[in-house]
């Protein structure tokens, strides 16, 4: 579900709690997707966990983090139809313990600094091409993390195949859920699977050919996938050549549609005030260090969801020992609402001030616990660096909103800047 700020018809809680409970889900919805925070800040203050029939709204940030910690009792069974034996679909097993420590062994922090680079030379010929205009989405923001898939994923297929599978996974699996109650799931769902069954069939032949190339002596590259094939775990470890397949698929899927959206969410919201541009520029010239926070910050406004889903595998009171502690039936679909998280004052001191000095705490980016984001590090190098290039430039303003063609994710967002780089520009 794509956030729409731009259009903030003021919610009234009131008017939902007068309604059955099993009515609430599509009003509720539609003010998440328009007006998620005063209706966030209402719940927090008036009804923090609350009954909307098809799913549970959760508000508050310490029963958020009671959610996302306990996967044994709120887990991620919704995923599994749509991702089937990846790790992310699976709770508390070998399989996630296993998969998950061999893909952080061949994404090491010390790729950092070259990724970053790489994303900001990306971004800079980009910019350079566009000549003072540029649409974002289209040139940048799924044209980088593209790049970093194919040279460091080392997931070589042609760019129109690998934004087709991406998008249509992340679209599939992330926004067609039952309580989604989309018209068009079905296509949805039918094109996820064409483009994991063609996904599958391009593995066939890329992985058994960098294989033997490896065997033989060749020189290959160091990307990710040279270093999985070279771990040769052996067949005790249960990490065979199918869960090569499902990992590095999953390497694709989760880093071109999540970071196009969190490039323009970002931009959107720091280009829209103009003392956070001011600040943010003048950081960006600083360097990495100084300029980081503007990104994050920036995100806690609009980040690229508002909330997770889980479902309940047992009986479970939610908040217990505190005055507002609620009953939750297994089987129950509750959404942590981690956008409400991150303005809840209990945690996050003066929510409503843009501060970009905050500590990593204050965000739920990356999520929480058990299904903290894999490629968290790789996202947090790109990132900021994509947006800190384009801040570079002078003259630097949206000419319009976002747009997102009544999808999930953003399908345009248009830039005007100065064509010739600025010294500070070239000086990076």
């Known amino acids: 579900m794509r956030m729409r700020l731009d259009a903030p018809d003021a919610p009234c809680l009131d008017t939902l709690l007068a309604m059955p409970a099993a009515e609430r889900w599509p009003v509720a919805r539609d003010w998440i997707r328009r007006a998620p925070l005063p209706f966030f800040a209402q719940l927090r203050d008036r009804q923090p966990v609350l009954d909307c029939g098809a799913v549970v709204l959760v508000a508050r940030r310490a029963d958020i983090a009671e959610i996302l910690s306990l996967p044994q009792v709120f887990s991620v069974a919704l995923y599994k139809p749509k991702m089937g034996a990846f790790m992310l679909a699976l709770d508390n097993t070998e399989v996630n313990y296993r998969d998950k420590a061999v893909m952080r062994a061949i994404l090491p922090w010390s790729d950092l600094p070259a990724i970053r680079e790489r994303a900001g030379a990306l ?98 590259p160091d990307d990710s996938l040279t270093r999985l ?20 698929g999953g390497l694709l899927i989760g880093a071109i549609e999540t970071t196009s959206e969190a490039v323009v969410n970002a931009l959107a919201e720091i280009l829209k005030r103009a003392d956070v541009h001011a600040a943010a520029r003048a950081a960006a010239v600083t360097g990495t260090a100084a300029f980081d926070g503007y990104v994050w910050e920036a995100l806690r406004f609009a980040p690229i969801v508002a909330f997770m889903f889980r479902q309940t595998e047992a009986d479970h009171l939610l908040g217990r020992g505190g005055a507002r502690a609620i009953s939750l039936s297994k089987g129950t679909v509750v959404l942590p609402l981690s956008l409400s998280a991150m303005f809840d004052p209990d945690w996050v001191p003066d929510p409503d001030r843009f501060d970009p000095a905050r500590p990593d705490q204050a965000y739920l980016h990356f999520g929480l616990g058990h299904h903290e984001c ?48 600025s010294a500070d520009a070239k000086a990076v």
């Open 123 to 220: 971004t800079d010929a980009a910019l350079d091409a566009g000549n003072g205009t540029i649409d974002v989405v289209a040139s940048i923001s799924r044209l980088v993390p593209l790049r970093i898939v194919q040279s460091v994923f080392g997931i070589a297929a042609p760019d129109e195949d690998l934004l087709r599978w991406s998008y249509a996974n992340q679209f599939d699996q992330f926004n067609n859920l039952p309580f989604d109650g989309r018209a068009d799931a079905d296509a949805i769902e039918a094109a996820a699977v064409h483009a994991r069954e063609e996904m599958r069939a391009t593995f066939a032949s890329l992985i058994p050919a960098r294989l033997a190339a490896i065997e033989s002596g060749a020189e290959v």
């Open 229 to 248: 094939l070279r771990l040769h775990l052996p067949s005790g470890a249960g990490f065979g050549m199918d869960r090569v397949v499902i990992n590095v």
């Open 374 to 421: 894999l490629g968290r590090y790789v996202a947090g190098a790109m990132i900021p660096e994509i947006v800190r290039r384009i801040l570079l430039r002078t003259d630097l303003r949206a000419e319009g909103p976002v747009e997102d063609g009544g999808t999930p994710f953003p399908t345009a967002f248009r830039l005007a800047y100065a064509p010739t780089p």
